[in-house]
């Protein structure tokens, strides 16, 4: 039997009902996806952590130079979303390096006005609360009506207890809360400050340590090395070229301005050089033996380690002993780590003495040993230090072990 036909009216009807069916259920499908994504950011205290934390990490990354203009004012755009205020601004001891606001705050005002401000916190080294009266507010250039910023909260900046700086923030009442809050800011903002500045003086340690170690390298081998080529420029001409090429090849790498860091091969192709030219001067006297285990020299290892170590066997294995020196230069695989060791037959040293030297107690002849061994504590911590075996006319042992996988250092 035949169904009866439709009017449009209904026909109208049931496309309506249809569409408003599909847009429940589509609505429906989006909460429910709002609502799962909802439950998975946690708490409301988790989610506020996580943004805490998340502005903390933002603004830490932007002060890693210091205080300067640029990184303080990205830093307080996140700063002052963390502390929910009016307005945020950051400074040196002498200049506003940054403000950001929002509403009758978002106008950068004088810098002098702001410093009035500062000079509060910086003269005292303490948190101080400041009422924005008639006078202030139109120094900061903020509106007399249609505000309600009542009062500024200035806090120090501190680096190793002295003040380089502050943070003020605007709002419309310093509770005791905001006070402690911003307090805790300025206190991480100076943390940070302190980390980099630490960073900057362990890179000036490293790089006036380096610049020592050629200091000592060049005076005495320079000199010996011009000597030797000398004495062949005349009775061999063709050795001197060759000699005078390999010293070239030394200096380029011992004085080169860039890397903190150098592969096992590199620095050894700089001894072989070194060995070379020495040869040249002490001819049969100086015995050399090499033992490298192929699969290290890949190895990274600080600039100028381990040269320094062989100067030192040759000027303690050789000059101040009567006939034929030994040196012996070894590195082989420990797994994880490379262990390298430089071993003469020289006078040795008084162990008491040595232990001295490295304490940086007492002076010594001996080429960068406590230099070294300071640079490899920095570096990969007290345990891989140098450990040195000596005793007066038994000669010298030294050994220096490194780790192979070394995060963040690039030869």
């Given amino acids: 039997m035949p169904f009866p036909a439709l009017s449009d009216s209904t026909l109208l009807l049931i496309t309506a009902i249809g569409v408003v069916v599909a847009a429940l259920a589509i609505v429906a499908a989006v909460g429910f996806r709002l609502s799962q994504s909802h439950r998975e950011l946690g708490t409301d205290a988790e989610r506020a952590t996580f943004r805490a934390l998340h502005s903390a990490a933002a603004a830490g990354a932007q002060l890693r130079n210091g205080l300067e203009p640029v990184g303080a004012l990205k830093a307080s755009r996140q700063l002052?979303?963390?502390?929910?205020?009016?307005?945020?601004?950051?400074?040196?001891?002498?200049?506003?390096?940054?403000?950001?606001?929002?509403?009758?705050?978002?106008?950068?005002?004088?810098?002098?006005?702001?410093?009035?401000?500062?000079?509060?916190?910086?003269?005292?080294?303490?948190?101080?609360?400041?009422?924005?009266?008639?006078?202030?507010?139109?120094?900061?250039?903020?509106?007399?009506?249609?505000?309600?910023?009542?009062?500024?909260?200035?806090?120090?900046?501190?680096?190793?207890?002295?003040?380089?700086?502050?943070?003020?923030?605007?709002?419309?009442?310093?509770?005791?809360?905001?006070?402690?809050?911003?307090?805790?800011?300025?206190?991480?903002?100076?943390?940070q400050l302190e980390l980099t500045e630490l960073s900057a003086s362990r890179t000036a340690l490293a790089e006036a340590e380096v610049r020592a170690l050629r200091a000592q390298i060049s005076p005495h081998f320079i000199y010996n090395s011009l000597n030797a080529i000398a004495s062949f420029i005349n009775t061999d001409p063709q050795r001197a070229r060759e000699l005078v090429l390999e010293f070239a090849d030394f200096t380029r790498y011992s004085f080169r301005r860039h890397g903190d860091f150098t592969t096992l091969a590199e620095e050894l192709r700089c001894i072989d050089r070194y060995l070379l030219l020495e040869s040249a001067r002490f001819g049969d006297r100086l015995q050399i033996n090499l033992q490298i285990a192929p699969e290290v020299l890949s190895t990274v290892i600080p600039f100028l380690s381990l040269q320094p170590l062989v100067e030192n066997a040759v000027r303690h294995g050789l000059e101040a002993k009567v006939g034929r020196g030994l040196v012996q230069l070894s590195a082989r695989d420990l797994?994880?780590?490379?262990?390298?060791?430089?071993?003469?037959?020289?006078?040795?040293?008084?162990?008491?003495?040595?232990?001295?030297?490295?304490?940086?107690?007492?002076?010594?002849?001996?080429?960068?040993?406590?230099?070294?061994?300071?640079?490899?504590?920095?570096?990969?911590?007290?345990?891989?230090?140098?450990?040195?075996?000596?005793?007066?006319?038994?000669?010298?042992?030294?050994?220096?072990?490194?780790?192979?996988?070394?995060?963040?250092?690039?030869?």
Avoid at 84 to 89: E, G, L, R, T
Avoid at 94 to 101: E, N, P, R, T, V
Avoid at 165 to 182: D, E, Y
């Fill in 80 to 191: 002052r979303a963390l502390l929910n205020c009016a307005s945020f601004a950051m400074t040196d001891d002498c200049q506003l390096l940054a403000w950001d606001g929002a509403g009758p705050a978002a106008k950068e005002p004088d810098s002098t006005a702001v410093m009035g401000l500062a000079a509060r916190a910086l003269g005292s080294g303490r948190t101080q609360v400041a009422v924005l009266d008639s006078t202030l507010r139109e120094s900061l250039g903020l509106p007399e009506a249609d505000s309600d910023l009542k009062a500024a909260v200035i806090c120090p900046i501190k680096v190793n207890s002295r003040a380089v700086g502050t943070v003020i923030i605007l709002s419309k009442a310093p509770s005791a809360g905001l006070v402690r809050a911003t307090n805790e800011v300025a206190g991480w903002v100076s943390a």
């Fill in 335 to 411: 797994g994880a780590y490379t262990e390298v060791t430089v071993e003469d037959d020289g006078v040795g040293m008084d162990p008491e003495q040595l232990r001295l030297l490295l304490a940086g107690q007492r002076d010594g002849t001996h080429v960068g040993l406590r230099n070294v061994d300071a640079r490899l504590r920095q570096v990969y911590g007290d345990q891989h230090g140098l450990t040195i075996d000596t005793a007066e006319g038994r000669g010298m042992l030294i050994t220096m072990t490194v780790p192979k996988n070394q995060p963040g250092h690039d030869a």
